[in-house]
């Protein structure tokens, strides 16, 4: 089937038609009739290039009560995605060439998105043995992101080995930036509300003297890391610092970080507990003027489904993590767009360009050009939309926007020349 | 009041009306017939996921006083082991009938994820959440020093806690009595002093309504208090396992400890108060606790009373209509 | 809505000095009496009670006290949360005495049916009496008044309220309610 986009603004403003034939771009500009093609009207749309995520955990194989890579596949499609990057910490760990393969086919067989796999670091995320790291590169998944996400590479000689040994696999190190002993029992962010409400404290001087030994060893070895879910002011610093260095360090900002603070513990709800913490209104400022100004490079959506007994519960039992691949796009929309901080052209190198770049996914975050293959998305920004948990894709619930209004929708994604969404609606049967 | 989940869900004039009530009722305790009516045929559940035995006899007794049918759930070590959430717990309460829950749980929020769930439409009455909050341990302070520091002539109806110096000495970081009194003792209009090592002050403490001094001696001199409140030390917090908060227990004795000539500094009408249970020469030395300034069997006794006052007020009054 | 005046300022003078008289009759002095108020209009109507009776009987020790009834009601959960008020006893008890409770209205006669379970909590006199400034009607219990300063039928829409100078600023009974 091939497919004609009409009228849709591209990222820098242009307003053009799309015509898509055999999964590539063919033409962009001002198309003539139809000629067979499946018109898609979009007057008034954003076309960006289909969105990656480099930091998604999609529960499966192990938890597969929380979510799927199909039913995760759909929320990203859902949101504008045709990229993701699964975390390793499944059941069992995606250690190993067989379980990286096994990822990569199952997101193969549901077809929503590019799904690629992360490898651990570390044998088991223990952080004591480097896993094989080469042989997960080297299967069919080819991975080229590495991270004990959920688990900080604490040891610093590990970290050093993990650097050094991806530099011969084009790899990047993804830490989790986490001192462990200085946030045994942490619940929530330390400081103000901390101790009022009496939740133990996850001190911002946690993460940040991790960015800080990281990009110094980066530094030291030459090699790349990445750093996910930056929350704090003082670490935007030392990226910053680093950056200005010449240092190989990337960084990314979750939509949570963006948007919430850490007064939404005061309800002592868990859909609000999250690693690393919601921060303070001055941490979520520099986030935002970070991702602004390019200090950080990416948002990366950290999506974390739980299933509802791990929320339904007290806050100290709860799990960690909230969904985020359905409402992200709304929310830089909102926050950042918006608000004069960037341009459509800064969203798709954010949500696609640098990304793809990071995870070295050569067919993602491609421009929208002629001869490029067709991931692509729709975006209406002047729809309004409730965010009602049990209508979003992904199978759990505990998005932390649930009942706010989000502004702007993915109306239609196209992964590589097929749609996945049209007309705002997940289509069935994808997988061709 | 429906809920009591936090000392800081009072403004003054219902923090002032809980301490009128219950010098109400401690009034009909003084009586032979210690029993009333009043919440005959209401069910109130002590639910202890922590040991109290001192704080669930309390609740207890004050329930039983008010008629209310009293029962004891301990779930620690028998269904949470088993598995059982807090969830399935509160919704077998709600299957029998519970009109209040009175929740002491090792987690702080707790009795607020309880109150504002719709698993029970029971009152719910904080005995303790975690670090959090402890507010009937801060009502039943402020009734004591209420009673010795601003009886003056006549009734105490309507008195607060104005112009008087309250200093608690301590773990802070780990106190629900202290988060719970900073917040009542403010409300009420005291002054408030906080004194404890830094490693006992929880980040962001520097927000609170309340002055700061690490030196205890010097805080006796500067901010001399009307009302002492040392707050109990745990044991296991000095280990390094356990956080290596203080040197040695004789460190923190030495630097922090009530003894005898810290006492005999107070001013003459200071009181000295502990929530208890004491660790008799650790943080208090047996002369001070048992001295003439310690208020702590009457704090005991003026438990009762102020958990009388708060289940009456909070399991009285127009229900909502069971949905 | 229409607002009567019943009784005035000298109209409640006159019934408590009268009912001060019925009490000393009935008693044969006032020896053994301890007067009670139930809080909150009855407090002060019990002190003039009290203090009429000191006046006709010089010798009696003006046993004087509150009685609060709130924790023995029986509608706790049908009305908003009620204030706990004082009871204070005179320093001799009511064991053996003959109490003479004092309300202002007496109505579906609920509030003394509380004010008997409490005073029994406090001891055992010898004999209750119960004096009210008025009386509506409309008991829902088998209760009565000894000593009534004044029968007012009304109707269940109307609203009797008692001033009182100790409380309100000036002495008045008055009905709101049905055009009489």
């Known amino acids: ?432 | 009041m429906k809920h009591l989940l936090s000392a800081a869900d009072l403004d003054h004039d219902e923090a002032v009306a809980v301490l009128d009530a219950a010098e109400r009722m401690a009034a009909t305790q003084a009586r032979e017939i210690k029993k009333l009516p009043t919440l005959r045929g209401q069910t109130v559940v002590n639910l202890f996921f922590e040991d109290s035995t001192r704080t669930r006899i309390s609740f207890e007794t004050a329930a039983k006083r008010l008629s209310a049918d009293v029962i004891n759930f301990s779930p620690k070590g028998s269904s949470v082991s088993k598995g059982e959430s807090l969830k399935d717990t509160v919704l077998t309460l709600g299957a029998m009938r519970a009109d209040a829950i009175v929740v002491r749980h090792p987690a702080s929020g707790a009795p607020s994820r309880i109150a504002g769930s719709t698993w029970t439409d029971a009152s719910v009455i904080t005995a303790g959440d975690g670090t959090h909050q402890h507010p009937t341990q801060a009502l039943l302070d402020a009734m004591t020093i209420r009673r010795h520091l601003k009886a003056g002539a006549g009734d105490l109806a309507g008195r607060d806690l104005a112009g008087l110096s309250v200093m608690i000495v301590g773990d802070v970081l780990h106190s629900r009595v202290a988060r719970s009194g900073v917040d009542l003792f403010t409300t009420l209009g005291a002054e408030v002093t906080l004194v404890a090592p830094a490693t006992l002050l929880p980040v962001g403490v520097e927000t609170w309504p309340a002055a700061r001094f690490y030196d205890l001696d010097r805080a006796l001199a500067e901010a001399p208090p009307d009302a002492l409140m040392m707050l109990r030390v745990q044991r296991e917090r000095m280990s390094s396992a356990g956080g290596g908060f203080f040197p040695s227990p004789q460190e923190y004795t030495r630097e922090y400890g009530l003894d005898a000539r810290r006492a005999a500094a107070l001013a003459p009408h200071a009181i000295v108060l502990h929530p208890g249970p004491m660790n008799r020469g650790l943080e208090i030395t047996s002369e001070a606790a048992d001295g003439p300034r310690s208020v702590v069997v009457e704090q005991v006794a003026n438990g009762v009373a102020v958990r009388m006052a708060v289940l009456y007020l909070a399991m009285t009054g127009e229900k909502e209509p069971a949905v | 809505m229409a607002t009567t005046e019943v009784l005035d300022g000298p109209d409640i003078s006159r019934a408590v000095l009268r009912i001060a008289h019925q009490v000393i009759e009935k008693n044969h002095g006032a020896e053994g009496l301890v007067v009670l108020g139930i809080p909150t209009r009855g407090v002060p109507l019990a002190a003039r009670l009290a203090g009429a009776i000191a006046q006709i009987e010089p010798d009696w020790a003006k046993a004087l006290g509150q009685l609060d009834v709130t924790m023995h009601r029986d509608d706790l959960s049908r009305a908003p949360t009620r204030t706990v008020g004082l009871t204070a006893v005179p320093a001799g008890g009511i064991d053996g005495a003959t109490v003479v409770l004092v309300d202002d209205v007496l109505y579906s006669g609920r509030t003394i049916r509380a004010a008997l379970d409490a005073l029994a909590d406090l001891g055992r006199p010898k004999a209750v009496r119960l004096a009210v400034l008025v009386d509506r009607g409309h008991r829902e219990l088998p209760i009565r008044a000894d000593y009534v300063g004044k029968n007012l039928p009304t109707a269940l829409a109307e609203r009797v309220r008692v001033l009182l100078s100790e409380v309100d600023g000036r002495d008045a009974v008055l009905i709101d309610g049905a055009t009489r």
């Open chain 1, 1 to 432: 089937m091939n497919y004609l986009i009409k009228g849709a603004t591209l990222p820098g403003g242009r307003r053009a038609d799309i015509r898509i034939e055999d999964g590539a771009i063919v033409l962009i500009g001002r198309a003539g009739a139809a000629e067979g093609a499946k018109v898609v009207d979009a007057d008034g749309l954003i076309a960006l290039p289909g969105l990656v995520d480099v930091h998604t955990h999609l529960r499966e194989p192990g938890r597969e009560d929380a979510e799927t890579v199909l039913s995760g596949s759909r929320a990203a499609a859902a949101g504008g995605y045709t990229c993701v990057h699964a975390m390793a910490n499944t059941y069992p760990v995606a250690d190993t060439a067989g379980v990286v393969e096994q990822v990569w086919r199952l997101g193969r067989d549901a077809g929503y998105v590019d799904v690629r796999p992360v490898g651990a670091v570390s044998v088991g995320l223990e952080g004591r043995h480097l896993a094989e790291l080469a042989a997960m590169a080297r299967s069919a998944a080819q991975v080229r992101v590495f991270s004990d996400d959920g688990m900080c590479v604490w040891d610093a000689v590990l970290m050093r080995r993990a650097l050094e040994y991806v530099k011969g696999i084009d790899g990047v190190v993804a830490q989790h930036a986490q001192e462990p002993r200085l946030t045994e029992g942490a619940q929530m962010h330390e400081g103000v509300v901390s101790s009022q409400v009496g939740l133990a404290g996850w001190p911002a001087v946690a993460e940040e003297s991790i960015i800080a030994r990281d990009v110094l060893l980066a530094e030291h070895v030459g090699s790349r890391l990445h750093v996910c879910h930056v929350s704090t002011a003082g670490s935007v610093e030392i990226i910053r610092w680093a950056k200005a260095r010449s240092i190989a360090v990337t960084a990314e900002v979750t939509p949570h970080h963006l948007l919430l603070t850490d007064e939404l513990a005061r309800t002592y709800d868990p859909v609000y507990k999250v690693n690393p913490p919601l921060r303070s209104a001055d941490d979520v400022e520099a986030v935002r003027q970070a991702l602004a100004d390019g200090t950080i490079d990416v948002v990366g959506t950290d999506h974390a489904p739980h299933p509802r007994e791990a929320k339904d519960c007290e806050w100290a039992a709860a799990a960690f993590g909230m969904t985020g691949l359905e409402t992200a796009l709304p929310i830089v929309h909102q926050l950042m767009v918006e608000t004069g901080r960037m341009t459509w052209a800064h969203v798709a190198e954010a949500m696609s360009a640098r990304p793809a770049r990071i995870g070295r996914v050569a067919s993602q975050g491609r421009p929208l050009a002629v001869g490029e293959s067709a991931n692509l998305t729709l975006f209406d920004p002047a729809a309004n939309w409730k965010v009602v948990p049990e209508l979003l894709q992904t199978a759990s619930g505990n998005t932390p926007v649930a009942g706010r209004q989000m502004r702007g929708r993915t109306v239609a994604t196209f992964y590589a020349g097929r749609p996945t969404v049209l007309d705002g609606r997940v289509l069935e049967g994808v997988a061709g």
